[in-house]
């Protein structure tokens, strides 16, 4: 699948405002709760994340954000990640230490499956 064209403006944004904006969310927005991470209870996400490991390296805010989002489950399986694993990378490298990445081999459109979960949980 051909990469997404990038924003013809400049999309510039403090990630610490974002991630706080984000947990604001998380945790007042009716219906849309995502389950704490607790003993008993697995907390699984998927997710798409568009262009990711494309010729469209992420900046750094970008990653942090999308970091923030992977704390809050044990297991996030991430679809359609492309054959630069440079932003998973970075992405693994802004979590806590026992977070693993499992990744499966480049398949169709030069893509693959990944798995980023937290080694303490699963």
Request: include cysteine.
């Amino acid at each position: 699948m051909p990469d997404f064209a990038k924003p013809d403006f400049d999309f510039t944004f403090d990630a610490n405002i974002e991630r706080q904006r984000l947990r604001t969310w998380r945790d007042t927005e009716p219906g849309r709760a995502v389950p704490n991470r607790q003993v008993g209870r697995m907390v699984l996400g998927s997710w798409n994340i568009a262009n990711l490991g494309s010729s469209q390296i992420r900046t750094d805010a970008d990653i942090a954000v999308l970091s923030e989002i992977f704390t809050w489950f044990d297991l996030t399986a991430v679809q359609e990640v492309r054959g630069d694993m440079r932003d998973i990378l970075r992405i693994l490298e802004q979590l806590p230490t026992s977070f693993r990445l499992i990744t499966s081999d480049i398949a169709g459109n030069n893509e693959r499956m990944c798995y980023i979960y937290d080694s303490d949980r699963v």
